[in-house]
């Protein structure tokens, strides 16, 4: 079993930055692809970024591909999301997933979830 604890979201101003964590526990981390996924209200969760689970191969959406940035440390069991550039349409409710295999932008098919972190960007 694994639990998945996000942190680092909050408010800030247009084109303002953000770095999200996603904390681990468990073992056999580095084995599962991590993945971010937000929720705005009234809307689908959607896929943000996914990162491999050795690390060497990562993804985006194609909204988020030049101003976001996925990596994990798998010491530490832990996935991060640089974001820079930050635009209203961004503010959601950011959550970490994991599942084995490479990624896939259908949230149902990750199998360990976090809580989420609210991101909210005023303009």
């Known amino acids: ?4 604890v996000e942190s680092g979201g909050g408010l800030v101003q247009t084109g303002g930055s953000l770095r999200l964590s996603c904390a681990a526990s468990g ?3 580095s ?17 943000v970024a996914a990162i ?3 690390g060497d191969i990562t993804y985006y959406a194609d909204g988020v591909k030049d101003r976001f ?5 798998n010491a530490k069991k832990t996935v991060y999301l640089q974001m820079n550039s930050l635009k209203p349409e961004d503010t959601a ?3 970490c997933g994991l599942r084995p295999l490479w990624y896939s932008d259908y949230a149902g098919s990750y199998r ?7 991101v909210t960007v005023s303009s």
């Open 93 to 95: 409710v950011y959550y």
């Open 112 to 118: 360990y979830w976090g809580q989420g972190t609210q």
């Open 52 to 54: 491999r689970g050795s």
């Open 31 to 47: 084995i599962y692809t991590g993945a971010w996924f937000r929720q705005a209200p009234g809307k689908e969760r959607e896929f």
């Open 69 to 73: 940035t996925i990596s994990r440390d």
């Open 1 to 4: 079993q694994v639990q998945l």
């Open 27 to 29: 073992q056999t981390f």
